[in-house]
Structure formats: structure tokens, C-alpha cells
């Protein structure tokens, strides 16, 4: 069965502090994996694919397989990446996603 | 262009009720998701769409649970006989539907939150 697991709910940062929002995740074959985020009242939405290799709004995703993880960073947080982040796989063998329990990310002025 | 609309946006139900819950995905999308979030959780899935084709239902929590595209374009999600623990955030998404080889993106719509009382 796969999983996803983001072990912080909340994490708090200082404008202009580097910010890494752990995610881990179980899966036997090659999977997907992505970032959402929702900023207050708007949808959920993509962030980004590990597959595209991008940067979006300054962050990056590594995804590294030895360590079963694909933690979501940036190194100079601002006050606008306040949101809830979810990680979430897509497996090789269907299309739905299996969504982490999302962390929090507040960036204190 | 028009994102995935959802409504209602909020339904309170008392329980026993039956509530159906409507989604409307982008024009020309041939898969359409839905999810359950309960407060404080990630979205988990219910079941998934291929046009008019329910190709997977495994998420259902139960057979109260049901959900039909008869067109292939606007599903609906029904609930029978509502309990406390169907108390969530109800999300529906589509995509254009994957390509040998493509990679796919889900667009979401704004969710109905049921409270079931």
C-alpha cells in the first residue's frame, strides 16, 4: 500500500529564513510525486512535479528514492508562502493521489 | 477559462438524511476525482471517473456511498441515510486524462463542506 507522511502539522518561520517542509513516502514501484498548496480561501493547487524538475515561487523538490523522501524547500521564505502544503504520490498503476495530512507553513513579518 | 465549480459549497444535513453533491469539471476534462478531507487531514480518495466510466470505487467507505457520471462531463456524489463521520470537505477534481507517457494535472474544485448534525 502506499503512503505519504508529513511529520511537522505546523511549521513557523521568520521572513527571509529558509524554510524545508519534510515529506516522506511508501511506495514499492516508481511513483509520481507532487506538491499542492491552499492559500487561505482559494483552492487546493499544484506546486510542483518532481517530474518537471522546476522552481516555483523560489521552491524546489528533490526527490530522493534512497531515503524514500521529496522534501519541499526554499531558502529565503516570504510572507505570501503562508498556506497549508500537501505532498502527494500518484502511483504507476493508477491516477488517484494519496495525499500526506499537510503542514502548515506560517512566516512570522 | 471556467475552473472546476462545485456546489453546493456548504450543506448541513441532518443525520439520516440523504445529500447529493454536485460537480462540474473543466470543459473537455476526461477524468474526474473525488476526495473526502476531514478537518485537519489531507484529502483521501473516494473514487475515479474516465468519462462516463467509474474505472475505480475502492475508496467508498461504504455502500451508502455512490457516485455516477452519466454523461461524462457533470458527476454527482450521493450520500444515504448521512452519519456524523461523513462530517468533511468534499472535493471533486478533473484532468485532461493521461497520455501514454504524459503526465497528467489535477485541477480542484472549492469543495462542499457537509456537516452531518
Known amino acids: 500500500a502506499q503512503r505519504v507522511t508529513q511529520p511537522e502539522k505546523l511549521l513557523s518561520v521568520f521572513k527571509g529564513a529558509p524554510v524545508e517542509l519534510k515529506c516522506n513516502y511508501s511506495?514499492?514501484?516508481?511513483?509520481?510525486l507532487f506538491w499542492y498548496v491552499q492559500y487561505s480561501r482559494q483552492r487546493l493547487q499544484l506546486l510542483l512535479r518532481?517530474?518537471s524538475r522546476e522552481s516555483i515561487k523560489g521552491f524546489t523538490a528533490d526527490l530522493n528514492k534512497g531515503e524514500t523522501s521529496f522534501h519541499l524547500k526554499k531558502p529565503f521564505a516570504q510572507e505570501e508562502d503562508s498556506a497549508m502544503y500537501y505532498c502527494a504520490l500518484e502511483s504507476n498503476a493508477g491516477n488517484m493521489l494519496t495525499f500526506g495530512g499537510g503542514t502548515r507553513l506560517m512566516v512570522k513579518p | 477559462g471556467a475552473g472546476v465549480s462545485q456546489s453546493p459549497r456548504y450543506k448541513v444535513a441532518k443525520r439520516g438524511q440523504d445529500v447529493a453533491l454536485r460537480c462540474d469539471p473543466i470543459s473537455g476534462h476526461v477524468s474526474l476525482f473525488w476526495y473526502q478531507q476531514a478537518l485537519g487531514q489531507g484529502p483521501e480518495f473516494l473514487t475515479y471517473?474516465?468519462?462516463?466510466?467509474?474505472?475505480?470505487k475502492s475508496g467508498l467507505p461504504s455502500d451508502r456511498f455512490f457516485a455516477e457520471r452519466p454523461e461524462g462531463s457533470v458527476s454527482t456524489l450521493k450520500i444515504q441515510r448521512t452519519q456524523q463521520e461523513d462530517s468533511a470537505v468534499y472535493l471533486c477534481?478533473?484532468?485532461?486524462?493521461?497520455?501514454?507517457?504524459?503526465?497528467?494535472?489535477?485541477?480542484f474544485g472549492p469543495g462542499t463542506r457537509l456537516t452531518v448534525l
Open positions: 471517473f474516465q468519462n462516463e466510466a467509474q474505472l475505480d
Open positions: 477534481a478533473s484532468s485532461l486524462g493521461r497520455l501514454a507517457g504524459s503526465t497528467d494535472t489535477q485541477y
Open positions: 518532481h517530474i
Open positions: 511506495y514499492s514501484g516508481s511513483p509520481e
